[in-house]
C-alpha cells in the first residue's frame, strides 16, 4: 500500500506528498485518512475526500492557508507517535493541554475517532477536529468544550 496527497490546480489533480510503498504501513494510511487537517510542508490542507485506486490510498486535500511552525512547537522524532491534545481556539493559537506517547497507529486511532474525550487532570471534552503534523511527527487533536 501507498499514500500520496493531491490539490486540484486549474482542474487538474497535482501530487503534493507522497509516501513510497514501503515507507508507511496500512494502519498509518488509515490513521492519516481519519484527519480532518493536514500540516504538509509548512501549509494546512483540508481533507475533501478519501479515495483508493487498487493498492493506492490518495486523500484529496484542499489548501487552506500557510502553517508556518510556531517556534513554541515541539517537533517530534519520527520513530515515535506522538498525540498532542489541544483547547481549540478559532482566532488565535490553540492551548497545548497535553502530549502523550502511543505503542501504535491503531493506539492513536482510538483517540482521533472519539466524540469525547476524557483528558487526565484536565476533564473530559468534545472532540472538535483532529490533524496530522507531518512536518512535526504528531497528530493533533483540537478539544471543544468541555463536558460535564
Same mark, same amino acid.
Given at each position: 500500500? =501507498?499514500?500520496?496527497?493531491?490539490?486540484?490546480?486549474?482542474?487538474? #489533480?497535482?501530487?503534493?506528498?507522497?509516501?513510497?510503498?514501503?515507507?508507511?504501513?496500512?494502519?498509518?494510511?488509515?490513521?492519516?485518512?481519519?484527519?480532518?487537517?493536514? $500540516?504538509?510542508?509548512?501549509?494546512? #490542507?483540508?481533507?475533501?475526500?478519501?479515495?483508493?485506486?487498487?493498492?493506492?490510498?490518495?486523500?484529496?486535500?484542499?489548501?487552506?492557508?500557510? =502553517?508556518?511552525?510556531?517556534?513554541?512547537?515541539?517537533?517530534?522524532?519520527?520513530?515515535q507517535?506522538?498525540?498532542?491534545?489541544?483547547?481549540?481556539?478559532? =482566532?488565535?493559537?490553540?492551548?497545548? $493541554?497535553?502530549?502523550?506517547?502511543?505503542?501504535?497507529?491503531?493506539?492513536?486511532?482510538? #483517540?482521533?475517532?472519539?466524540?469525547?474525550?476524557a $483528558?487526565?487532570?484536565?476533564?473530559t471534552?468534545?472532540?472538535? =477536529?483532529?490533524?496530522?503534523?507531518i512536518?512535526?511527527?504528531?497528530?493533533?487533536?483540537?478539544?471543544?468544550?468541555?463536558?460535564?
Amino acid at each position: 500500500m =501507498s499514500l500520496a496527497y493531491y490539490v486540484e490546480d486549474q482542474d487538474e #489533480y497535482k501530487s503534493i506528498y507522497q509516501y513510497s510503498r514501503f515507507a508507511i504501513e496500512p494502519d498509518e494510511i488509515i490513521a492519516h485518512q481519519l484527519c480532518e487537517f493536514h $500540516i504538509i510542508e509548512g501549509q494546512l #490542507y483540508e481533507l475533501r475526500s478519501n479515495e483508493m485506486e487498487g493498492e493506492y490510498d490518495q486523500l484529496i486535500v484542499d489548501h487552506v492557508e500557510a =502553517s508556518p511552525l510556531d517556534a513554541e512547537d515541539r517537533i517530534y522524532p519520527p520513530h515515535q507517535i506522538h498525540i498532542e491534545f489541544r483547547r481549540y481556539m478559532p =482566532s488565535s493559537t490553540s492551548t497545548l $493541554i497535553k502530549t502523550m506517547t502511543v505503542p501504535n497507529h491503531v493506539q492513536a486511532m482510538r #483517540y482521533l475517532i472519539k466524540d469525547k474525550v476524557a $483528558i487526565p487532570e484536565h476533564g473530559t471534552f468534545e472532540r472538535d =477536529s483532529c490533524e496530522i503534523d507531518i512536518d512535526r511527527n504528531c497528530y493533533v487533536i483540537y478539544l471543544g468544550q468541555v463536558v460535564r
